[in-house]
């Protein structure tokens, strides 16, 4: 139906999220109308987001630069205490609140009821392997107040008990069933001084 070069892009638009086939032509058929130049200045950025983006090392956030992020990399913060979150989109949340001061470990995701499965592909070895590495004092778990988001919360409990170190759960300030990354910075503030240990 379409040309060859337009269907293509169409396929790529469909495979992104809440993007259903309809809506990908209309969105292909916007960018058809812009300006050539706009369109190439488009890809040629998606091209360097490909090249130079990458995952933090250390802490599985999202990088500019390979091997450690700008956060792991600061002297100024504090690398004996770990808040563990889902997504990098919740270190921004608690970036946000200019308040938390250590380090963070991105899951990359939680812990399904329904799909073990999901374990491996979660980064909790490597907190472990962090863990492990010792200097820790405090491991926080700011997965999200989901049902989700507490599995995931019981299970790093019982996986960091053996360590002797302290592991907190940040407050039920938050709404139970909201996500981290759309809760207010007070009450982000609020979840994280009030954590209490697990
Ligand atoms: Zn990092």
Redesign the pocket.
């Known amino acids: 139906m379409f040309p060859k070069t337009f269907q293509i892009l169409i396929d790529h638009f469909s495979t992104l999220p809440s993007v259903g086939p309809k809506m990908a032509e209309r969105l292909v058929l916007y960018l058809f109308k812009q300006n050539p130049e706009e369109i190439k200045k488009f890809a040629k950025d998606l091209h360097k987001f490909a090249t130079n983006v990458h995952y933090?090392?250390?802490?599985?956030?999202i990088?500019e630069e390979e091997g450690?992020?700008?956060?792991?990399?600061n002297k100024r913060r504090d690398k004996s205490t770990i808040c563990v979150v889902e997504e990098p989109l919740d270190v921004i949340a608690f970036e946000k609140t200019r308040h938390y001061l250590g380090?963070?470990h991105?899951l990359g995701g939680n812990l399904s009821v329904m799909s073990q499965d999901e374990i491996k592909k979660l980064k909790i070895n490597e907190l472990v392997s962090r863990v492990e590495r010792g200097n820790i004092k405090e491991v926080i778990i700011a997965t999200n107040p989901t049902t989700d988001g507490e599995t995931t919360s019981l299970y790093l409990g019982r996986i960091l008990r053996p360590f002797k170190i302290k592991v907190t759960r940040i407050a039920r300030g938050l709404p139970t069933g909201g996500d981290i990354e759309y809760a207010d910075e007070m009450t982000l503030l609020g979840a994280l001084d009030g954590r209490k240990e697990i």
Do not use: L
């Open positions: 933090c090392k250390e802490c599985y956030n990088s450690q992020c700008s956060i792991c990399k380090s963070y991105v």
